[in-house]
């Protein structure tokens, strides 16, 4: 069994790519074998994990739009059972490259078809839009996770989500689940903070997640030294954080597994 899960808010400074990198290397500390798309021509995922962006080594640019397979755009990270396709400056220009493509929005899925076996996690780390490269992860992903910050435009913005979500299951079939909505930078210190998520938890009920991930310096300081936070500081609270909510998708799946083998 294999999960591909995208990580996706069309909002930027959300936790997104601070969720790519730490919810992989809590899966990888847990021995899964695990690799992270980098989808955000920002490349924030491949410098986070310690990776330099090189736009002569193949990564997810050629993986779309050359004939690069993904075993030669796959690279190792210091973090083991962790490994990375990156991106570069090249992705800026693939969401019009992508237009004339045919069936250009299951691009991704396509290729990595051929290597979803190796890894029992594959997490594709989005950019801040509902583009093309958005559309190609959500098609190639089994599940969503959504880290949402507690701020005023939270609600707003998780909708335009939501609705894309939805016309993806309906055109093209395609029986993609959220997984979670993850509250992020959270701090209960904070009357909005508290608002925020009530309301979340209100509207979305079960669909958010347990687990929330805290306002931290050293989270935010990680990925400076190019290392996930279990690795930079596997004591601090952003670490713990992270673990419990790999457990907690864990539990997720093993429900699923036997919900599913009770009902045959």
Known sequence: MNTVFAIANQKGGVGKTTTAINLAASFAANDFPVLVIDCDPQGNATTGLGVSKDPNRPGIYDLLLGETSPAQAI???????????TADKNLVGANLELVGVPNREFRLRERIAQIRNTYRFILIDCPPALDLLTLNALVAADAVVVPIQCEFFALEGIS??????????????????????LLTMFDDRTNLTRQVAADLKEFFRDQVFRTV???????????????????????????????KLAKEILE???????????SR
Not at 229 to 234: F, G, K, T, V
Not at 252 to 262: I, N
């Open 75 to 85: 690279v190792g990270t210091e973090f083991e059972g962790l490994s990375l396709i």
């Open 160 to 181: 335009e989500l939501m609705d894309t979500i939805d016309r993806i299951r309906d055109g093209i079939q395609h029986p993609l689940r959220v997984e979670g909505i």
């Open 213 to 243: 991930i805290p306002r931290s310096i050293r989270l935010a300081e990680a990925p400076s030294f190019g290392k996930p936070i279990l690795a930079y500081d596997p004591r601090s609270r952003g670490a713990e954080s992270y673990i």
């Open 252 to 262: 997720h799946e093993q429900r699923r597994t036997s919900a599913s083998q009770s």
